[in-house]
Structures are given as C-alpha cells and as structure tokens.
C-alpha cells in the first residue's frame, strides 16, 4: 500500500516556475516508477510525465518536453515536478501516482494515486 501526497500548487503567472512535491509513505517507494498526470475542468485526465523506480528514464508528454522535469528522492520518498514557463493551458488539478508497470504514460496502469494539487496560471 502507498498513500500518496501532492503540495505545491497555487496561482502563479504566465511564465512563472513551480515545483510540485509528491510525498509517499511506505518502505517500498524505490520500487514504484512515479507519474505526474493533470486534469484541467472539462477535459480528461492527461499524462504529463513519468520517472523510473531508480531514477535513470523519464519520460514526457511531448507539449511538456523541455519545459517540465521530474525527479525523485528515494532517502525522501518523495518525487517532483518543476515547471518552468508555465502557461494557462497548464491550469489543471495536478496527480501524482505511483506503479509498478514501468515508465508508462497510461493512467490504467497506475494503482495509487494522491489527491491532486491545483495549479492555476493567470495571465
């Protein structure tokens, strides 16, 4: 069992940065490749990007490439997101979630999943 949760949202302007954090509990979170997802108001749930278990293979949803960039901390159990020049496109409740499945971009494949954080990016 992993719980997980989110911090670090809130309301920032176009072009700001944000990191998210994403705190699990439990002994096994070096096991769990961990995703970051989002979900804007009116539109399904969107992969953002996902890290290894270890840490060596991110992967990126192509409109976030170059822009976002998760890692982890494995002595923390926690993972991040830092987002760089955001934009109002990126206003969505943000998730994290966490699976055994590899580095995989479906959400299907994910058994747990926090409480999401809001992201909200002004102009």
């Known amino acids: 069992q992993v719980q997980l949760v989110e911090s670090g949202g809130g309301l920032v302007q176009a072009g700001d940065s944000l990191t998210l954090s994403c705190a699990a509990s439990g002994r096994t979170f070096s096991y769990y490749a961990m995703g970051w997802f989002r979900q804007a108001p009116g539109k399904e749930r969107e992969f953002v990007g996902v890290i290894s278990s270890s840490g060596t293979i991110t992967r990126y949803a192509d409109s976030m490439k170059g822009r976002f960039t998760i890692s982890r901390d494995n002595a923390k159990n926690t993972v991040y997101l830092q987002m760089n020049s955001l934009k109002p496109e990126d206003t969505a409740v943000y998730y994290c979630?966490?699976?055994?499945?590899?580095?995989?971009?479906?959400?299907?494949?994910?058994?747990?999943w926090g409480q999401g954080t809001q992201v909200t990016v002004s102009t």
């Open positions: 979630a966490a699976t055994l499945s590899g580095a995989t971009a479906r959400a299907g494949d994910y058994a747990y």
